[in-house]
Nanobody
Framework: QVELVESGGGLVQAGGSLTLSCAASGSIFSINAMGWYRQAPGKQRELVAT???????NYADSVKGRFTISRDNAKNTVYLQMNSLKPEDTAVYSC?????????????WGQGTQVTVSS
């Protein structure tokens, strides 16, 4: 059984910074791509950023230059450093990982963490 546990959300003023963490645990053989998604009230879930095991990254245009995704493969953990936060970044942020287990590959999601940016 595999679990993704997120931490680091909260309330911050516009222009501030937050760092989110997401740790995978359980019967893990390997982890392929990891990423962060967000869903604001009344909106569809959208991609924020992804990262491959080798460190290649992809970002939504709305966060380029402000957010940085990274991962620690030894700790099965992915991070999202968020700088210059804007009120429109307010959303529930969820991590995602493509994980190989003894049952095969599967797409796992964290429970989500709330990020609120006040103006």
């Amino acid at each position: 059984q595999v679990e993704l546990v997120e931490s680091g959300g909260g309330l911050v003023q516009a222009g501030g910074s937050l760092t989110l963490s997401c740790a995978a645990s359980g019967s893990i053989f390997s982890i392929n791509a990891m990423g962060w998604y967000r869903q604001a009230p009344g909106k569809q879930r959208e991609l924020v950023a992804t990262i491959t095991p080798g460190g290649s990254t992809n970002y939504a245009d709305s966060v380029k230059g402000r957010f940085t995704i990274s991962r620690d493969n030894a700790k099965n953990t992915v991070y999202l450093q968020m700088n210059s936060l804007k009120p429109e970044d307010t959303a529930v942020y969820s991590c995602n990982a493509d994980i190989q287990t003894d049952g095969g590959p599967y797409d796992y999601w964290g429970q989500g963490t709330q990020v609120t940016v006040s103006s």
